[in-house]
C-alpha cells in the first residue's frame, strides 16, 4: 500500500470512527425523551381505530417511511403520506380516526404547515418527533418528541444524528405497541409471507409429510416390506409403530447397513429398529427442526401428536422452503 493510500484509509477510518461516536452519543442521549410522554403516546396508538399516518419532507421523509413500514409489519396499521402530495389531495386519505406522527429537523418545515392544519381543524391526533423545541410543529402537536441537542456527525451538518435518532425513536414506538399488543411470531409471519424473515416463521406443519406419504411399519414387519417401505416413500426411513399406534422406534438406511449380513433378511422391524427416537410437534418452527438435524446429524425428523405419528420433516423440505 502506499503513502497516499494509508493516508487514505487514516482518514476515512477517522471519519467513520468519530460519525459513529457521535450517533452513539445522540441514541445514548434518547433515553432522556423516554418519559411519561412516550407512554401516553403508546397507549393512544394503540387504543387507535384508524391508522398512523407518518409524514416528513427530505431525509425526515425516508425515516418516515421506514418507520411507517416497521409499524405495519409488527401490527399497527400505518402508512407514509407526503408532505407536498398531501397539499394536492392526499389529505383525504386521513381520517378523523387516525394519528399523525410528523418528522422535522427544525419544525418549521412548509411543506408540513398544510397536514399541520388539517388535524387541527377535524381534532386529530398530532405527534412530533423534532429537533427544535422552540418551532411551529411543537406549537401545534398534541404530543412532541424532541430530540437532545446532540450535533449532526457529519461535518457539513448533513442530517445524521438526527435521523438516526428519528429511526431509533420510530423502532421504539414500533416495539413498544408490538410488546403491548402481545404480537406473536405467528401474526408477524402473516405480514411476511415471503423472504427470509417470514420464512424464520413457517412451522413444521406448513412442511411435513403426512397421509400416505408416510413410511411406517409395525414392529412385526418382515425385512423385505421394510426395505420395500423406505425405498418406496424415499426419504432414507421408516417409523415403527407398536400396537397402540404409538411411535416405538426408527429404521433408518444407517440401520440397515449396520445389520448387514447373511441374517438380515429373517428379521423383523422390532429386531433393528432404534428406540426412543428425537421427534418434534407440528407448532415447531421449521427453523428449530433443523437445527435439531444440524445439531444430532440426522435427515428426518417424525412429528407426534399424542405419542402417534401425524407427519414427518425431512431436512429437503426444509431447504426447498428456503430456510437455512
Request: proline letters at 3%; one cysteine or more; aromatic letters at 4%.
Amino acid at each position: 500500500m502506499t503513502k497516499s493510500a494509508k493516508q487514505h484509509e487514516s482518514v476515512a477510518l477517522g471519519a467513520a470512527e468519530r460519525l459513529l461516536s457521535i450517533e452513539i452519543e445522540g441514541l445514548q442521549a434518547l433515553y432522556g425523551v423516554l418519559d411519561g410522554t412516550f407512554e401516553k403516546v403508546c397507549n393512544r396508538l394503540l387504543g387507535l381505530k384508524g391508522r398512523v399516518v407518518i409524514s416528513g419532507m427530505g431525509k425526515s421523509g425516508h425515516i418516515a417511511r421506514k418507520i411507517a413500514a416497521t409499524l405495519a409489519s409488527t401490527g399497527t396499521p400505518s402508512m407514509f403520506v407526503h408532505p407536498g402530495e398531501a397539499s394536492h389531495g392526499d389529505l383525504g386519505m386521513i381520517t378523523e380516526q387516525d394519528a399523525v406522527i410528523l418528522l422535522s429537523n427544525s419544525g418549521e418545515t412548509a411543506e408540513l404547515s398544510d397536514i399541520i392544519h388539517f388535524t387541527r381543524r377535524h381534532s386529530i391526533l398530532l405527534i412530533a418527533i423534532v429537533r427544535r423545541k422552540s418551532s411551529m410543529l411543537v406549537e401545534a402537536a398534541d404530543y412532541a418528541f424532541v430530540l437532545p441537542e446532540i450535533p449532526e456527525a457529519s461535518p457539513v451538518g448533513a442530517p445524521t444524528t438526527s435521523t438516526i435518532m428519528m429511526l431509533a425513536l420510530g423502532d421504539a414506538i414500533a416495539a413498544a405497541l408490538l410488546e403491548m399488543r402481545g404480537f406473536s411470531a405467528e401474526d408477524f409471519n402473516k405480514y411476511h409471507p415471503g423472504g427470509k424473515l417470514g420464512k424464520r416463521f413457517i412451522k413444521i406443519s406448513d412442511l411435513m409429510r403426512k397421509g400416505i406419504d408416510l413410511p411406517l411399519v409395525n414392529e412385526t414387519t418382515s425385512m423385505a416390506d421394510i426395505i420395500l417401505e423406505i425405498t418406496g416413500k424415499s426419504l432414507g426411513c421408516a417409523g415403527v409403530i407398536g400396537k397402540d399406534g404409538r411411535l416405538s422406534g426408527i429404521i433408518t438406511d444407517g440401520d440397515l447397513r449396520r445389520h448387514m449380513g447373511d441374517e438380515l433378511m429373517k428379521l423383523n422391524a422390532a429386531t433393528i429398529m432404534t428406540k426412543n427416537p428425537i421427534t418434534v410437534t407440528k407448532d415447531m418452527l421449521a427453523v428449530q427442526a433443523l437445527d435439531i438435524m444440524n445439531k444430532k446429524a440426522i435427515t428426518a425428523l417424525f412429528v407426534l401428536e399424542d405419542g402417534k405419528p401425524v407427519g414427518l420433516i425431512h431436512i429437503h423440505d426444509i431447504l426447498r422452503a428456503g430456510i437455512a
